[in-house]
């Protein structure tokens, strides 16, 4: 029962940090500046977050070939999948983007067909047909756009591929001694190319950027708690999340942020596939 309280915590979090995330490129933060700023903001949390499992006996560290190349592995992962956020959130809307990255948990799904860890029945079949077709009565004249393509397919890609990584790291390491090395490494990395000046000058992205970190980053410790149990497990933040953003969308007044009964219907497709496709 634990779990399902935090797959419902991790999808509200996650929610709200989507919007933020849409806040900031529409303030018109840069794709390098977000995945800076991302990274550097999430290692105090990650620091708090070790000293709690350092003193509930949680942590965990195994130097060896293995992490090291898993950690090689996230890095790159993070690096294009935080760069494509920018580029989706610019032509999407937040229950748009979430709706069309749950693509992933299907890919995910035949992947472990084909591997022989997962059987092909009925209602597996009624599940893939019905994300499918959800996805493609949501779909609109964005998706012709090729950038807005090319960013999408790399964002399914990478967030289907991080969570197998997560899975497999967290066999070595702890949840935020992964997540503070990862983020770490990534900031020492790209930090030749800003100063103090330029931190300054941009104070006012930094602040976004740390508010959505304190729901972004307890969503995504929860879920890669999740993966760390079972990739099944954090597959249900996805359509929780998509429920709780679409609530969300349904308190604006401007009609370009709210979806139509069309899109819900899709919605609500995406979201009775993912749950059947886990049954």
Same mark, same amino acid.
């Given at each position: 029962?634990?779990?399902?309280?935090?797959?419902?915590?991790?999808?509200?979090?996650?929610?709200?940090?989507?919007?933020?995330?849409?806040?900031?490129?529409? =303030?018109?933060?840069?794709?390098?500046?977000?995945?800076? !700023?991302?990274? $550097?903001?999430? +290692?105090?949390?990650? @620091? &708090?977050? *070790?000293?709690?499992?350092?003193?509930?006996?949680?942590?965990?560290?195994?130097?060896?070939?293995?992490?090291?190349?898993?950690?090689?592995?996230?890095?790159?992962?993070?690096?294009?999948?935080?760069?494509?956020?920018?580029?989706?959130? =610019?032509?999407?809307?937040?229950?748009?983007?979430?709706? !069309?990255?749950? $693509?992933?948990? +299907?890919?995910?799904? @035949? &992947?472990? *067909?084909?591997?022989?860890?997962?059987?092909?029945?009925?209602?597996?079949?009624?599940?893939?047909?019905?994300?499918?077709?959800?996805?493609?009565?949501?779909?609109?004249?964005?998706?012709?756009?090729?950038?807005?393509?090319?960013?999408?397919?790399?964002?399914?890609?990478?967030?289907?591929?991080?969570?197998?990584?997560?899975?497999? +790291?967290?066999?070595?390491?702890?949840?935020?001694?992964?997540?503070?090395?990862?983020?770490?490494?990534?900031?020492?990395?790209?930090?030749?190319?800003?100063?103090?000046?330029?931190?300054?000058?941009?104070?006012?992205?930094?602040?976004?950027?740390?508010?959505?970190?304190?729901?972004?980053?307890?969503?995504?410790?929860?879920?890669?708690?999740?993966?760390?149990?079972?990739?099944?497990?954090?597959?249900?933040?996805?359509?929780?999340?998509?429920?709780?953003?679409?609530?969300?969308?349904m308190f604006f007044k401007d009609k370009e942020k709210?979806?139509?009964?069309?899109?819900?219907?899709?919605?609500?497709?995406?979201?009775?596939?993912?749950?059947?496709?886990?049954?």
């Open positions: 029962m634990i779990y399902v309280y935090i797959i419902i915590l991790a999808g509200i979090l996650g929610a709200i940090g989507q919007y933020l995330d849409k806040y900031l490129v529409n =303030k018109g933060i840069s794709r390098n500046d977000y995945f800076y !700023y991302m990274c $550097l903001t999430m +290692i105090p949390f990650s @620091i &708090i977050m *070790v000293g709690i499992e350092y003193f509930t006996n949680q942590l965990k560290f195994q130097f060896g070939f293995v992490p090291i190349i898993l950690l090689l592995l996230a890095m790159f992962l993070r690096y294009k999948k935080q760069h494509t956020i920018v580029g989706c959130l =610019k032509y999407l809307n937040p229950y748009e983007d979430s709706a !069309y990255l749950s $693509l992933s948990i +299907i890919i995910a799904f @035949i &992947i472990d *067909v084909i591997l022989g860890i997962e059987n092909l029945g009925i209602i597996s079949i009624l599940s893939i047909l019905f994300t499918l077709i959800g996805v493609f009565t949501i779909a609109n004249s964005k998706l012709r756009i090729k950038n807005l393509q090319k960013d999408l397919l790399i964002r399914i890609l990478t967030s289907l591929s991080m969570s197998y990584i997560t899975h497999f +790291i967290l066999n070595y390491w702890s949840n935020a001694v992964f997540m503070l090395i990862l983020n770490l490494f990534l900031t020492i990395l790209f930090a030749k190319d800003y100063n103090f000046k330029y931190h300054i000058e941009h104070i006012n992205t930094i602040k976004w950027v740390f508010i959505q970190q304190i729901f972004g980053f307890c969503s995504l410790y929860l879920s890669n708690y999740l993966s760390g149990n079972s990739v099944t497990l954090s597959s249900y933040v996805r359509p929780t999340s998509i429920i709780v953003i679409v609530l969300i969308s709210r979806p139509t009964l069309k899109q819900v219907l899709g919605i609500i497709l995406v979201v009775i596939g993912i749950c059947l496709i886990k049954e």
